[in-house]
Every structure is written in structure tokens, then in C-alpha cells.
């Protein structure tokens, strides 16, 4: 499979400065074009001056936490998002995978593991990689164009994340087959170990997208003792 060379611009928040230096340098190796911001208007007056093709975002912002940024950036539109979030954070970094976060990396880490999410992150973001075929993939009245990158439902766009996307893509091509929380981990997130909270996050997040009733899925289905499961409405061409 090939591989895009990194470009693209990313905004960093973070109010430690030597760790916002630091990601920005590594960054930068890779080809991206960096803006850094310390504290949570700051990002957000950055981002909405002009939208960066990825959020850099840690939780413990003064003037505004993460978590609020993380909602205001939302309402620009489905950027995506990785955040910066203490081991002991799971609660907020569930609540900011509800907000709908795309990733997520623990202090400390690693700045190379950092670029690597960020490289995956906007490839998905991006949509086929040169050599991929791209489809379209349709259920019923939910249609998925994978050159355009965009899926509609009834003949409206649906707002998805990055990673809703891609779980919606994946699940899509692979129509009746249950697959559990890390099989979903590894094949939508590239990740061979990880929080599966994230999976569950994300599922139920697409249902509220999908489906007519969340609370009774009929399309992203729970298959008890094993995990989830696309059922089409219709022949999916």
C-alpha cells in the first residue's frame, strides 16, 4: 500500500511549552506546517481564523479546558481532533471521545508515536490512498462515495468524524460480519492494543447518525459475547 508524504497544517495546544516545542519540531521533520497555541481562546481564535487540517489537544488548558475546546470545534465542522490526556484522565478522555475526538495519546509519550497517530489520522481523513479503487457503497438510503469522502443519509450529509467514517466504512465492506472491540481496534484504529472504551464510544456515536432509534439499533447491531456488527437494510451494491 502506498504511503502520502506528510503535509498538511496542524495546530498544537498545549500550555507546557517545552512540550508544544517539542511536538512542533517532530512535526515539522514530517513535512507539516505548525502553529502553536497555550491556552484554550487562543486555540480556539487560531482555529476558527483559519481551520487547521488537524487539532493537537491537551486536556489541561487554562482559560478553557480541553474538553470545551474540544466542544467549540465541533461546531466548526468534523476536524479532527487527537488528544493529550493524563493516564489517570479516562473519564475525560471518554467524555472527549463523546465530543467526538478522534484519537487520543497519554502523558508521557512518545513525540515519534505522536506524528505516526497524526500520519494516520489525516490519511484516513484524506480518504483513498493513490492505488486504492474507490466505491460506492449503499444501504438502502445511506450512501457512502469514498473518492468524495462523504456519506448521506435520505439525501443529507452526515457529519461524521474521521473515525466514524472510517468505522462506518469498515463495517459497511464487511456487512454481516461480527467483529469484536479489537479486531474493530486494530483494523479501524491501527492500534494492536488500547482502551476498547474507544470502540464503544464510537459505535455509539455512528448510531446516533444512523439510525432511527439508537436505543434499538437496527443497522450497527451489539452481538452479545462478541461485539458488533453491520446489518444491511438492503443488498449493498
Not at 51 to 78: F, H, K, N, Q, T
Not at 83 to 97: F, I, N, P, Q, Y
Not at 164 to 178: G, I, M, P, Q, S
Request: glycine content about 6%.
Amino acid at each position: 500500500m502506498s504511503e502520502r508524504a506528510a503535509t498538511g497544517r496542524v495546530l498544537v495546544v498545549d500550555d507546557d511549552q517545552t512540550v508544544s516545542d517539542v511536538v512542533a519540531r517532530y512535526l515539522r521533520r514530517d513535512g507539516y506546517e505548525v502553529d502553536c497555541a497555550h491556552d484554550g481562546p487562543s486555540a480556539l481564535a487560531l482555529a476558527t481564523a483559519s481551520p487547521p487540517d488537524l487539532v493537537i489537544l491537551d486536556l489541561m488548558l487554562p482559560g478553557m479546558s480541553g474538553l470545551d475546546v474540544c466542544r467549540r470545534l465541533r461546531e466548526i465542522g468534523p476536524l479532527p481532533v487527537i488528544m493529550l490526556t493524563a493516564r489517570s484522565d479516562e473519564e475525560d478522555r471518554v467524555v472527549g471521545l463523546e465530543l467526538g475526538a478522534d484519537d487520543y495519546v497519554t502523558k508521557p509519550f512518545s513525540p515519534r508515536e505522536l506524528v505516526l497517530r497524526v500520519n494516520a489520522v489525516l490519511r484516513r481523513a484524506q480518504g483513498p490512498l493513490r492505488g486504492e479503487a474507490p466505491t460506492v457503497l449503499v444501504d438502502g438510503a445511506l450512501i457512502v462515495d469514498t473518492a468524495a469522502h462523504e456519506a448521506t443519509l435520505d439525501g443529507k450529509p452526515l457529519m461524521l468524524t474521521s473515525r466514524e467514517y472510517d468505522l462506518l466504512v469498515f463495517l459497511l465492506r464487511n456487512a454481516r460480519t461480527a467483529f469484536s472491540r479489537d479486531q474493530l481496534l486494530e483494523a479501524v484504529w491501527d492500534w494492536t492494543f488500547g482502551d476498547v472504551s474507544t470502540v464503544t464510544v464510537h459505535v455509539r456515536r455512528l448510531r446516533e447518525k444512523i439510525e432511527p432509534d439508537p436505543s434499538a439499533p437496527n443497522r450497527l447491531v451489539t452481538v452479545w459475547g462478541v461485539g458488533y456488527r453491520y446489518e444491511p437494510a438492503a443488498v449493498i451494491a
